[in-house]
């Protein structure tokens, strides 16, 4: 399923689904509240490039998308994955590179919608992994997503359409039993369900069971992630929250805003020639304004005045910079890097700033990737893909954002003026900065 064809269908109807199918069919609730549906749909319209506050004066600025992509983009830049061991891990490691490609995209979901989840699906003896429309119902004492209801993109048998929903849990009755029930329903070109319809009414469903019932799982068959910072819009909810939840969708609104002033600016300003007399036809409509503006017919005037932009676009890109803060990212990444001025200590804590942003990232989706093999592996016990064996999973991340050379030597300088100051000694800088020990650093500057 395409991943912009899922966010659409997951966001056009994930309260509705909550609502009025999950409790008649699986006899569970939704963990998404009102609150927590209507801020996704924001979210959504924001990631799409159409805010409520579009018009046709406002045109948004794709803002969201762009912190996005850069946050995805950064956390990725250096990533590496490895599988060791036996067959197994061989096996493992193939699937995971195969669905590696996909990885950025499905971060960048993944951050400005507020969470996704990826599950193994098998095919021709190998694992592909599918970007799920998820409705998480249950959750473990760690906040992990353990049940819920997966919905398939809309099938078309006919004249008539199909949807299938799959619903995952470890029902707190069942003694740790693992339980998946597939049910199909007639549906809207958009797949929202509408009456039960039986599986064999699309023939690749024909084969599933309407109940499996599987003994022995440490852990779902499927991975979710979401965003590690705290859900300010609902601090009590399990679910994650976009990266511009809260003040930076209200900062994105004003840019897209000021945006609009700017461009203002400069079609208000445009030159104009006023004259009488002329047939205004026989020149650029764009410059000339004819007209009878005197009674002997010879006013000629231009106005030409001067245009504010300086002004106006400071003040957008001081408010680029306040969403840079609030999402944690560096000053100058969308925002002007020439408009920001700001000393070498600055520089390094907006720079660390992202850092920590992204090193959170990073550890939250490592934490997905390992229950997303988890999920495989159990996937390979259960249908025999790959002899039995373990694997040892190595991830790296890189260094990222604090090995940027113009960062490194702004932490050399500084490092040198506390050198000069006294405040740390020379041997300790050589061992820094030149990987000496300790001994051949105090060598060194005997």
Known sequence: MGLINWARGFFGGRDRLAGEILEREFGAAAAASPLDAKNRRLWWDMYVNHPPWENCEVRPLGLPGAIGRELARQTLTEFRLSLSGGERAAFLNRQMLAAEKNFLRCLELGLCLGGIALKPCL????????????????FDGEGRAIGGVFRSAPVQEGKQWFVRLEFHD?????DGLYVIRNKAFYCSPDGFPAQPAPLECVPEWAGLAQETVIQGLHGPLFACFKPPEANAEEPGSRLGASVYAGAAAELIRQADEQWRMIRWEYESGKRRIYVDGVDAGQFNDEIFVAGPFSKDGNFFDVFSPEFRDAPLYGGFQRILQRIEFQVGLAYGTISDPQSVEKTATEVLAAKHRQYVTVRGIQKAFQATLEDLLLAMDAWCDLTGLAPEGDYAAKFSWGDGV???????????????ELVEKGLLRNWEFRMKWFGEDEQTAKDAVM
Do not use: G, H, Q
């Open 123 to 138: 095919e021709n003896d190998r694992l592909l992994v599918d970007v799920s429309d998820f409705t998480p119902t249950r």
């Open 402 to 416: 604090l090995d940027d050379p113009d960062v490194r030597r702004l932490d050399k300088s500084l490092d040198a």
């Open 170 to 174: 470890f029902p707190p009755d069942r």
